[in-house]
């Protein structure tokens, strides 16, 4: 639990030079200043985290704005003039559109709103980290405005931090693509929610040729699974590839009063569903046991429970997908959160008895766009980049080497080191880490690389771990090196893919 007891202090509202930034605070004082808040969530002066909590980054100084976890309130500027372009401002915290964010008020008006981009549990690095946002005001210039910062939500990861408001004619956050389904963070070939929240996959089945994607789904086009009825979205495809979204497979009545569920949900109300619709299986009842059947095709019936990985059989194979969970938000995009890319599940005898390995379904082999290929190359401490030249934000990766004497050996991922320790055996990715001993000498590594995430697939899938990620965008670098050592890699091939997403809601 991340419990600050914290407010905001005015230090004055910085004049610039003519054409300058002018800042509007930075939360570096001991008081309010002019700054008046309601409610109880921002305390009676700044946050100075020092020490305190180390897990919080991003912040500028020594102070910043933020809410308790429990106690509602806001916090506000008083007026001043837009005389710049931009509004810059550092912002963390869960994303809660509404109940905890930042606010531009024009004459009692919000003209803009930015929360956090993290988890909205408390419990993962992005919770709390500061990252720079831009607000366009160019069309407000010359008119009165205040800020106003709301903490309004009793939750464990209801907190919303804030620093470092600046008026700019220079933005600090770059604006971002919103054409519908290639937006700047959406994925291009893992599932995501055309629009809201998406999570454990629910209901899976497959008839007659097409794979059936059941989930969960917060509609009302809300970002939090934790302010809107959940119920089962829909989705079909014929590759697992090329989604086709429906209306949802079950909705929640809408009528139902769910103010009062925060984050908790009921089953039914007179049979029917109302609430929170959890994770679930379906049953496609071939010899209507059930009775159920209606016109030419056999009853679907679906049981909602909780399992957050699911899989199909499709008469030849096992493949699952599973909800990528906790993902942070991305800015300003609709959706959130994403799938995993299907994996074929199969059974194999080794050394320590029968094991489950998990790869990408062939399929993904239809999206490359343009291979390369390297062989029998020895890296040493300080050769060249064996991948220099090959670039891309949509990636399939193997590399099969031979440790050899290295230390380490690192494949760097658009800036994103994933890193293979020799003597530990294990392979490190961002916040992740999986042990992965060599075959036979050998450690294999294949890598799904999306706009957003890196899944990697150890030794053609004996181990694998899924992260997301938040590179660069003009970062689509490759890179691979042996630190301590030589290393031979005995084949690297990196095949660019192309999208596979298609718009379209029936």
């Given at each position: 639990m991340f419990a600050v007891f914290v407010g905001v202090a005015l230090v004055g509202r910085a004049l610039a030079a003519e054409g300058g930034d002018i800042l509007i605070n930075d939360f570096e004082g001991s008081g309010?200043?002019?700054?008046?808040?309601?409610?109880q969530a921002f305390g009676a002066g700044p946050w100075h985290p020092g020490g305190d909590n180390p897990r919080v980054f991003g912040y500028e100084g020594r102070g910043l704005a933020a809410g308790r976890?429990?106690?509602?309130?806001?916090?506000?500027?008083?007026?001043?003039s837009i005389e710049r372009d931009y509004i810059n401002l550092k912002?963390?915290?869960?994303?809660?559109?509404?109940?905890?964010?930042?606010?531009?008020?024009?004459?009692?008006?919000?003209?803009?709103?930015?929360?956090?981009?993290?988890t909205g549990f408390g419990e993962q690095h992005e919770d709390y980290v500061l990252q720079w946002f831009t607000w366009d005001v160019r069309p407000y210039r010359g008119q009165k405005a205040r800020i106003q910062v709301v903490d309004n939500f009793d939750y464990n990861s209801g907190f919303i931090l804030v620093d470092h408001l600046v008026q700019s004619d220079t933005r600090k956050a770059e604006p971002v693509d919103r054409t519908p389904m290639r937006e700047t963070y959406r994925p291009q070939f893992h599932f995501t929610a055309e629009k809201g929240w998406l999570s454990d996959p629910c209901g899976l089945f497959y008839y007659k040729g097409i794979y059936h994607l059941i989930y969960q789904h917060a509609g009302r086009d809300e970002l939090s699974v934790l302010f809107s009825p959940t119920a089962w979205g829909h989705a079909v495809s014929t590759d697992l590839l090329h989604w086709r979204q429906l209306p949802d497979a079950i909705r929640c009545e809408e009528d139902f009063d769910w103010s009062g569920y925060s984050c908790a949900g009921v089953a039914s109300v007179e049979g029917k569903p109302s609430g929170f619709i959890m994770s679930g299986s379906s049953v496609i009842d071939l010899n209507n046991d059930s009775g159920l059947k209606m016109g030419d095709h056999p009853p679907?019936?679906?049981?909602?429970?909780?399992?957050?990985t699911q899989t199909w059989f499709d008469g030849q194979r096992h493949i699952q997908i599973a909800w990528m969970a906790k993902g942070f938000a991305l800015p300003d995009m609709p959706f959130n959160q994403q799938m995993t890319f299907p994996r074929l599940l199969e059974l194999k005898s080794t050394p320590d008895g029968p094991r489950l390995f998990k790869t990408p379904v062939r399929e993904i082999e239809s999206l490359r766009a343009k291979s390369h290929t390297r062989r029998d190359l020895e890296l040493t401490p300080g050769t060249g980049n064996p991948l220099a030249g090959i670039a891309g934000d949509l990636l399939d990766v193997a590399?099969?080497?031979?440790?050899?004497?290295?230390?380490?050996?690192?494949?760097?991922?658009?800036?994103?080191?994933?890193v293979y320790n020799v003597a530990e055996k294990q392979l490190h990715c961002l916040a992740s880490t999986m042990?992965?001993?060599?075959i036979n000498g050998h450690v294999k590594l294949r890598l799904l690389v999306d706009r957003t995430s890196v899944e990697v697939f150890g030794n053609d899938g004996r181990a694998t771990m899924s992260n997301y990620f938040m590179p660069p965008k003009d970062n689509t670098s490759l890179a691979?090196?042996?630190?301590?050592?030589?290393?031979?890699?005995?084949?690297?091939?990196?095949?660019?893919?192309?999208?596979?997403?298609?718009k379209g809601t029936e």
């Amino acid at each position: 639990m991340f419990a600050v007891f914290v407010g905001v202090a005015l230090v004055g509202r910085a004049l610039a030079a003519e054409g300058g930034d002018i800042l509007i605070n930075d939360f570096e004082g001991s008081g309010w200043g002019d700054w008046k808040t309601e409610g109880q969530a921002f305390g009676a002066g700044p946050w100075h985290p020092g020490g305190d909590n180390p897990r919080v980054f991003g912040y500028e100084g020594r102070g910043l704005a933020a809410g308790r976890n429990a106690p509602n309130g806001s916090l506000s500027s008083p007026e001043f003039s837009i005389e710049r372009d931009y509004i810059n401002l550092k912002v963390g915290g869960g994303w809660y559109p509404g109940r905890t964010c930042v606010n531009l008020l024009i004459d009692g008006k919000v003209i803009h709103s930015q929360y956090g981009l993290g988890t909205g549990f408390g419990e993962q690095h992005e919770d709390y980290v500061l990252q720079w946002f831009t607000w366009d005001v160019r069309p407000y210039r010359g008119q009165k405005a205040r800020i106003q910062v709301v903490d309004n939500f009793d939750y464990n990861s209801g907190f919303i931090l804030v620093d470092h408001l600046v008026q700019s004619d220079t933005r600090k956050a770059e604006p971002v693509d919103r054409t519908p389904m290639r937006e700047t963070y959406r994925p291009q070939f893992h599932f995501t929610a055309e629009k809201g929240w998406l999570s454990d996959p629910c209901g899976l089945f497959y008839y007659k040729g097409i794979y059936h994607l059941i989930y969960q789904h917060a509609g009302r086009d809300e970002l939090s699974v934790l302010f809107s009825p959940t119920a089962w979205g829909h989705a079909v495809s014929t590759d697992l590839l090329h989604w086709r979204q429906l209306p949802d497979a079950i909705r929640c009545e809408e009528d139902f009063d769910w103010s009062g569920y925060s984050c908790a949900g009921v089953a039914s109300v007179e049979g029917k569903p109302s609430g929170f619709i959890m994770s679930g299986s379906s049953v496609i009842d071939l010899n209507n046991d059930s009775g159920l059947k209606m016109g030419d095709h056999p009853p679907i019936l679906s049981f909602y429970n909780h399992y957050a990985t699911q899989t199909w059989f499709d008469g030849q194979r096992h493949i699952q997908i599973a909800w990528m969970a906790k993902g942070f938000a991305l800015p300003d995009m609709p959706f959130n959160q994403q799938m995993t890319f299907p994996r074929l599940l199969e059974l194999k005898s080794t050394p320590d008895g029968p094991r489950l390995f998990k790869t990408p379904v062939r399929e993904i082999e239809s999206l490359r766009a343009k291979s390369h290929t390297r062989r029998d190359l020895e890296l040493t401490p300080g050769t060249g980049n064996p991948l220099a030249g090959i670039a891309g934000d949509l990636l399939d990766v193997a590399i099969d080497f031979e440790p050899g004497d290295a230390q380490r050996i690192e494949l760097s991922v658009r800036g994103t080191p994933i890193v293979y320790n020799v003597a530990e055996k294990q392979l490190h990715c961002l916040a992740s880490t999986m042990p992965l001993e060599p075959i036979n000498g050998h450690v294999k590594l294949r890598l799904l690389v999306d706009r957003t995430s890196v899944e990697v697939f150890g030794n053609d899938g004996r181990a694998t771990m899924s992260n997301y990620f938040m590179p660069p965008k003009d970062n689509t670098s490759l890179a691979l090196a042996a630190i301590g050592g030589r290393c031979k890699v005995v084949l690297a091939e990196v095949h660019e893919l192309r999208s596979a997403t298609v718009k379209g809601t029936e």
